[in-house]
DNA sequence: ACCTGAACACCGTTCAAGT
DNA sequence: ACCTGAACACCGTTCAAGT
């Protein structure tokens, strides 16, 4: 039995809705309280009835952007779960290039976090991955994947205006001999296949740690179950 | 033969280390043109004759975060100077928290990150590894290294005010029933040996690397080599 | 219950002026 | 050359008030 004041003009749905909008265009930096309420065509103070404070709606960004990575089809073998994981993930950080790099800062304790964690756990516990070593091989995941995804959206791995073999010319020889002896192999980097690559270490790690499991449960790991 | 103006009351140097102790004691979002300034006793406008603008002032702040991470001893094994410097970027993201996350946000290409990089190639090469896999395995390390950090520092791996165990007895057993399985393993993290069980994860990759130099790849991880 | 309006204590950055 | 002062267009957030 609710009060019967006067219908709400906005919502924390149509709030973060905005302000996903504005940091896509504009980047984070964009969104202020008072963007977001001209946005929805309401006054900055509105949105306290709504949201608590600034915090909280970035918070509320970080959420949503979790939210948007979909489970994997739990059809799928384990190996291939993580990696659709990994890669829905670098698909929404390249939706939301201004907002993605706020993930690492927050605790991942949120449902959107937690049950792309909880389908991490599961994938590896399938492997075979002994109970003990699964937090921190989630943790290990996700790091990477995460810290891969901010610096290719944040602009870590670009190289500003310059070409590498432009930057390379103004690097002094004696200081930068590493940098002038790989010369070429410091031109070209394909984001697909290195991203592919890094997982294919991780993926043999996990092997490895299932492998290493003391024969008590007999799981061993295996391509299909 | 400069000319013969009023002598400076501030520097680069001096603004950069005003901007940092802020930075540290309150945070980056405490670090204000006019907070600097206030600190060294100067009008904001007295900045901009040796900034540029605020993001030139993180950019430094950065750079000079970076240049704080001691180069490996040389006569130290390659395996060694790794650890080193995995080490010494652990000590300095924890002597600055509050910048350290903005590492992963500007492009790796200042004589601060690129002397460290050179020292990882440096390492990476004396260990075997083939020069067309060096610039990966360089940024398979440091991004791994830097979100790892960032996430440390940042509060990615902490549970805010609730224990572990608390959190777990909030989640729907349905929904999240690796988190209940797990149970206790989830309670207990150690920093210290989650990273190095991580870096020898690393360390086993460059040395099958290494290994598979003269062949093609395709090898399957071991255990040991 | 939900929104407005005015106000407070802040921002980054410009421009013209002082020495 | 280096810094000041005033000004502009912004911030997040409070409080009291309207409906």
Redesign the pocket.
Known sequence: M??R??????SWDAILRAALAIADAEGVRA?????VAQRLG?????L???VG???ALLDGLVERLLLEVPLPNPRLGWAARLRALVDDVLVVARRHPGVFPLLLQRPAVTPGALRLVEAIFAALAEAGVPPADIPRTERLLSTYVLGYAASEVGGRFSAGTLTPAQRRANLDRDAYPMHHALGSHLDHRDPQTELAWSLELIEGWVRMLAADQPATSGARASPRR
Request: proline share 17%; no cysteine; aromatic share 4%.
């Open positions: 609710p009060g004041g006067r219908p709400p003009t906005i969104v202020s309280m008072r963007a309401v006054t900055p103070m509105a306290y009835r709504h404070d600034k915090q």
